[in-house]
T-cell receptor, first 114, second 117 residues
Framework: KAGVTQTPRYLIKTRGQQVTLSCSPI?????VSWYQQTPGQGLQFLFE???????NKGNFPGRFSGRQFSNSRSEMNVSTLELGDSALYLC?????????????FGEGSRLTVL | AQTVTQSQPEMSVQEAETVTLSCTYD???????LFWYKQPPSRQMILVIR??????QNATENRFSVNFQKAAKSFSLKISDSQLGDAAMYFC??????????????FGGGTRLMVKP
C-alpha cells in the first residue's frame, strides 16, 4: 500500500506570492492533518480535514487555508507569503477507527520563501 | 493550553546500550494520550509508542518502553539495545482525550539522538 504522498517536495517562492501544497493520503484514510515544522517553533498543528470538512484548526492566520476533496486528497494554500512561512509542511493521514493518535506522515514539502 | 517540553536537545548513545529521552507536559486534563514519534533524517515521521493516561501500565514496543509518571506529568522513552537505525529526531506529543480533538497533537521541541558505532 502506498504511503502518504506530498507534492511538490521542494519549492522556492518570493514574498507576497501564494503557494499550494498537495497531499494524497494512504488509501482508505479519510482524515488528513497538516503540520508546519520550523527550527524555531517546532511542529505546529495547522488544520485537519475529515470527509471534506475541517475538523480542527490550529492558531495560524487566515493566510493559511486548506481543503479536502471527495477522494480524501487534501491541499493547503498559503497566500501573501512571508519569510517566516519558510518551513517543512508535513501532511499526515489516519484511519477512521484506527488507533487514536496514530498518524502516518508524508516526507513533507519544503518551502523556502525569499 | 497544553505544553510539551523536551529538555534534551541532543543525546548520544553507544550502539547496544540503553538511553532514556525525557519529556514533561503540562495539562489540566485527567485523560489524554501521549506519544513518541521518530523522525529519521530525510524520512517520514513514524509512531514509536503510545500511552493512554488512564492506563497505569507503562507501554512497551519491543526495544522501546516508556516510564509514565502521571502525577509528575513525565513521559520518558527508554530505548534498549540501541541500533544505528535508531538515530533520529524523537518527538514527544500530547493529545487530549476529547473526541473532537481528532489528530490535533501538541509536540515537544524534539531530541536528536545520535548512535555511536
Amino acid at each position: 500500500k502506498a504511503g502518504v504522498t506530498q507534492t511538490p517536495r521542494y519549492l522556492i517562492k518570493t514574498r507576497g506570492q501564494q503557494v499550494t501544497l498537495s497531499c494524497s493520503p494512504i488509501s482508505g484514510h479519510r482524515s488528513v492533518s497538516w503540520y508546519q515544522q520550523t527550527p524555531g517553533q517546532g511542529l505546529q498543528f495547522l488544520f485537519e480535514y475529515f470527509s471534506e470538512t475541517q475538523r480542527n484548526k490550529g492558531n495560524f492566520p487566515g493566510r493559511f487555508s486548506g481543503r479536502q476533496f471527495s477522494n480524501s486528497r487534501s491541499e493547503m494554500n498559503v497566500s501573501t507569503l512571508e519569510l517566516g512561512d519558510s518551513a517543512l509542511y508535513l501532511c499526515a493521514s489516519s484511519l477512521a477507527g484506527g488507533r487514536i493518535g496514530e498518524l502516518f506522515f508524508g516526507e513533507g514539502s519544503r518551502l523556502t520563501v525569499l | 493550553a497544553q505544553t510539551v517540553t523536551q529538555s534534551q536537545p541532543e543525546m548520544s548513545v553507544q550502539e547496544a546500550e540503553t538511553v532514556t529521552l525525557s519529556c514533561t507536559y503540562d495539562t489540566s486534563e485527567s485523560d489524554y494520550y501521549l506519544f513518541w514519534y521518530k523522525q529519521p533524517p530525510s524520512r517520514q515521521m513514524i509512531l514509536v509508542i503510545r500511552q493512554e493516561a488512564y492506563k497505569q501500565q507503562n507501554a512497551t514496543e519491543n526495544r522501546f518502553s516508556v516510564n509514565f509518571q502521571k502525577a509528575a506529568k513525565s513521559f520518558s522513552l527508554k530505548i534498549s539495545d540501541s541500533q544505528l537505525g535508531d538515530a533520529a529526531m524523537y518527538f514527544c506529543a500530547y493529545r487530549r482525550s476529547a473526541g473532537n480533538a481528532g489528530n490535533m497533537l501538541t509536540f515537544g521541541g524534539g531530541t536528536r539522538l545520535m548512535v555511536k558505532p
